[in-house]
């Protein structure tokens, strides 16, 4: 299965594709979305998926989901959380969302 990739990461390589040639309509799409969506630079993104995942129950893929939607509140987690069939108590929630904070 493919890696997933940070929305921060799409957003500058679509920028970069846009620069040399003209992307296809669903790749302008994507890029929109990036842009109004990716609130870090790639590198804050990776900075914080990396403090994200010395948490022992974040894995890659719910790191960046997280760095993608930075959460502010504990439901926003659980929301995420919903599909992972993952549940935090709530020293977790507090831990994640204090990392996420200092990105943000």
Known sequence: MPEPV???EVKRLLS???ARRTLPRE???AQQH???FA???PEGTAKLVGELKTLPFVDTGLAIKIADVLPQYPEEVRLLLSKERV???EAQLTQLLEIVAHHR
């Open 6 to 8: 940070p929305l921060s």
């Open 16 to 18: 970069e594709e846009a």
């Open 27 to 29: 790749a302008m799409l």
């Open 34 to 36: 990036a842009e109004l």
């Open 39 to 41: 609130r870090l630079t």
């Open 87 to 89: 549940v935090l108590d």
